[in-house]
């Protein structure tokens, strides 16, 4: 036995074919029995597959009954025996014996059909289940009554199998041998010559089995025959075969059949017993007869897909010792009873979501052993998902990606996998399969606002934290970390990184430098977020900054002027009614919005019942008739006030001169003037005073060469008396803010008479006002220019009436 496993013989076919995930399929033929570690094949060559593709595609074999008799070498590429193969105890009499194993590689996922064909040798001899049988012949039995033996059983198949048998001695009885459709051979004993219970009573022959291998093997039996005396009728049955259709599910006690012989014999040499005479399989087991009745029942649980039907060797016996025999055919239908087996072969837990449609996912094997329709089946999915079952081969099915995937919809599917046969009903089995969707970066940032406005109030902190910009990325992971960065621009030519900086981690963004809103009211600019992705995607959005104001400037004065070294005085006539308009107060305030509205009050006054302010205009009225009792110089002080929180304000004072004429207010205002003290900045007044004697001399120049001869007269006239009068015309104010103009407007009369050291103004009605500008240095000299229409130069004319009509008088007194 040692030497014939020793010769053994490796034959290789290689069938090469493709067909989905399925790269080819290799048949391998080896004898059974080969030693642990002996060479199957080299399957990376065969296959065409790379050692370094084996190892990190982490090949595996999958079998369908998970026994392990062949290994994978990954190292070397080759198949080797793992485990001792019986080819007996793996397929038993079928033949050929295969084991089918299916070879799959990961990432990306292939599979390879490997057949590996077990041959058989001669290792089994031919057996019988019992040592001896016993006969019981009558002497009377006639020539030709035939006997059945046990058959013998040899588990080797083809040649190796039972091939004959023969039996010794042949004096009274000879073998006969009858092929069966199973392909088994009916053994029977045939009387050839009388039995003479006198002459031998007992007889002891050998039957022996022998298989066509190479030594061949046999097995033997004994056979015992008693001779009796004479019993000449056997038991012969009804119908040499009965034939039984029963389903596989019959419960046990069905009656399958019953069988019946008849014994022409009276006595106890007609009564017939029945009895089963199978020895090679388990129908003693599965089967029961009646001994006396001849009923067949079922004793086991029938399986179709383990037996699809049986021989029943009847034998019937009478009490003689003669025999018939009759078989009964039992044929065992399918039912659909097994559910199909689900076996995952290689899977992936997770796709990356821009894998294309048609990436194998998962495959995996069903098995259903029913037949015919009960063990064809279908393998489905839910349909609201982004995948699809394919059939790869036969019992094969793979789940491949049907569309796009997007993990930002779905990072993770429960597939179920259900399979159902075609059986009524339909049976089914179903696996849920877990899936990770994978991140790629696919997706930019996205801003919560199309664009942000902020606002923040002028003289902040540097540093001072704005708003926050916020962007999200439905991307996971490192795929989904937004960062944040001020895109390069300027703002009124300065770059906008000196205005504001932004925290790359949180988008805070914060200010730089303290905002002035008077210098800039709003500015805009570009933030991006971007994702740490590789390749890094990125959006970006205009953020704009709004500069609130706040109340930090107080309101300038723009009228009256206030100067240092003179003084500014409106005058207002005795005459003058309620209402009067004596001057307004212009002022303005750079701040915007309520910080800018200005309201005017009366602070202090020489006589706080003669004038009044107005709140909004800032116009000086009288608020009552002007008397001869009022004081001649009149000093108001004015408070203008911003609408602001809090609020800012400055004052004005304006001096006002109720008089009728110049020589009373120059009088009441020289005194005024002496009244200041001029000693706090000598160095100032000193180079003040020389640009204006300057002033006046190159003025003095032009004005004596550009008046005319008739006009020195009355300047003469004006010399005699002491008080030069030089009319200053100011130019018309417009208030650019659009508080209104402020006309200086009068029309008056001069009169003077003949030899008159004095000249007394009297005024008509006014236009507006006069203003009268004392410079306290001056040395009382008035001179008047007059503008428009021309004195009358007649020295001996005894009254002169002048008339001056729309212009300014400003008069500049310079008391000596």
């Known amino acids: 036995m040692t030497d014939l496993r020793m010769i053994r013989q490796v034959s290789l076919f290689i069938l090469i074919f493709s067909f989905s995930s399925v790269a080819g399929q290799v048949t391998y033929s080896i004898p059974e029995e080969m030693a642990k570690g002996s060479f199957v094949g080299n399957i990376a060559q065969d296959l065409g597959l790379d050692l370094k593709r084996l190892r990190s595609g982490k090949a595996r074999i999958y079998t369908e009954d998970s026994a392990e008799y062949i290994e994978l070498n990954k190292d070397k590429g080759s198949l080797l025996v793992k485990e001792r193969i019986d080819r007996e105890t793996l397929c038993g009499q079928t033949t050929p014996c295969a084991l089918h194993l299916q070879i799959t590689l990961e990432e990306p996922i292939e599979f390879y059909t490997v057949t590996v064909e077990i041959n058989d040798i001669n290792d089994n001899a031919p057996s019988f289940k019992k040592d001896e049988m016993k006969f019981r012949i009558s002497e009377s039995a006639v020539i030709g009554a035939k006997f059945m033996l046990e058959r013998a059983m040899d588990l080797d198949v083809g040649v190796n199998g039972l091939q004959s048998y023969s039996l010794k001695p042949t004096d009274n009885f000879n073998l006969k041998l009858q092929n069966q459709q199973d392909g088994s051979k009916k053994v029977e004993m045939v009387l050839q010559k009388h039995l003479d219970r006198e002459a031998q009573e007992h007889l002891s022959l050998t039957l022996t089995a022998i298989d066509g291998g190479d030594p061949q093997l046999s097995g033997t039996i004994r056979v015992e025959i008693s001779v009796l005396d004479a019993n000449d009728n056997a038991p012969v049955f009804t119908q040499e075969i009965y034939k039984v259709i029963v389903t596989e599910t019959a419960p046990q006690g069905t009656v399958l059949c019953t069988v019946s012989a008849a014994d022409a014999d009276e006595g106890s040499n007609g009564k017939v017993s029945y009895s089963i005479k199978n020895t090679l399989d388990d129908v003693p087991i599965m089967f029961e007869i009646g001994e006396e009745n001849g009923v067949v029942t079922l004793n086991g649980n029938l399986d179709y897909e383990k037996s699809k039907d049986y021989e029943i060797h009847v034998q019937a016996s009478d009490e003689g010792g003669l025999t018939d025999s009759c078989k009964i055919m039992v044929e065992v239908t399918d039912t659909n009873d097994n559910h199909p087996s689900i076996n995952i072969m290689s899977k992936t837990n997770s796709v990356s979501e821009n894998s294309s449609p048609g990436t194998v996912v998962t495959i995996f094997n069903v098995q259903d052993p029913d037949s015919g329709e009960n063990g064809k089946v279908s393998c489905f999915i839910a349909d609201n998902m982004p995948f699809l079952m394919k059939t790869t081969s036969k019992k094969f099915f793979s789940l491949v990606t049907d569309s796009d995937l997007d993990r930002e919809r779905a990072s993770e599917y429960n597939i179920t996998v259900t399979c159902s046969d075609e059986g009524v009903p339909s049976l089914s089995s179903s696996v849920t399969l877990t899936l990770q969707i994978s991140d790629v970066n696919d997706n930019p940032p996205v801003f919560e606002r199309s664009s942000y406005e902020a606002y923040i109030v002028e003289n902040n902190t540097p540093g001072l934290s704005i708003f926050t910009v916020k962007a999200t990325d439905s991307d996971w992971n490192q795929n989904a970390r937004v960062s944040y960065i001020l895109e390069d621009s300027s703002v009124n030519g300065v770059p906008v990184s000196s ?63 206030q100067t240092g070294g003179s003084l500014v005085a409106e005058m207002v006539p005795r005459s003058a009614d309620v209402g009067y308009l004596v001057t307004k107060v212009v002022a303005v305030d750079v701040d915007s919005g309520q910080n800018a509205w200005l309201s005017y009050k009366l602070q202090k006054a020489t006589d706080r019942a003669l004038f009044e302010v107005g709140l909004q205009n800032g116009e000086v009225r009288t608020i009552r008739q002007v008397t001869d009792k009022d004081a001649v110089k009149q000093r108001l002080t004015v408070i203008v006030e911003d609408n602001g929180q809090p609020s800012r304000s400055a004052t004005v004072i304006v001096n006002v001169a109720v008089a009728d004429s110049f020589p009373e207010v120059l009088s009441e205002f020289t005194d005024f003037t002496h009244d200041k003290e001029y000693n706090e900045n000598l160095t100032f007044y000193l180079v003040l005073a020389l640009a204006v004697v300057s002033f006046l001399f190159i003025t003095c120049v032009v004005v004596i060469i550009s008046v005319k001869i008739y006009r020195w007269r009355q300047s003469r006239i004006l010399y005699h008396s002491n008080l030069p009068v030089i009319p200053y015309y ?18 008056y009369e001069v009169c003077r008479t003949t030899d008159s050291r004095k000249s007394d103004c009297k005024f008509g009605r006014a236009g507006s006002q006069n203003v009268l500008i004392m410079d306290p240095s001056s040395t009382g000299t008035m001179q008047r220019i007059q503008s428009e229409k021309s004195i009358l130069d007649e020295p001996d004319s005894p009254l002169e009436v002048r008339n001056f009509n729309n212009y300014n008088d400003v008069f500049l007194f310079k008391p000596s």
């Open 499 to 561: 205005y504001v900086s932004v925290s790359a981690d949180s988008g805070v963004i914060h200010a730089v430098r303290s905002f002035d809103y008077e210098q800039i009211k709003d500015f805009q600019f570009r933030v991006k977020a971007q994702d740490g992705g590789s390749p890094p995607l990125s959006s970006n959005v205009t953020v704009k900054i709004m500069i609130q104001d706040q109340n930090d400037n107080a309101p300038q004065v723009l009228y009256p002027v």
């Open 730 to 747: 100011p130019p018309r104010y417009s208030d650019t803010l659009g508080t209104g103009t402020l006309p200086h407007v009068y029309n």
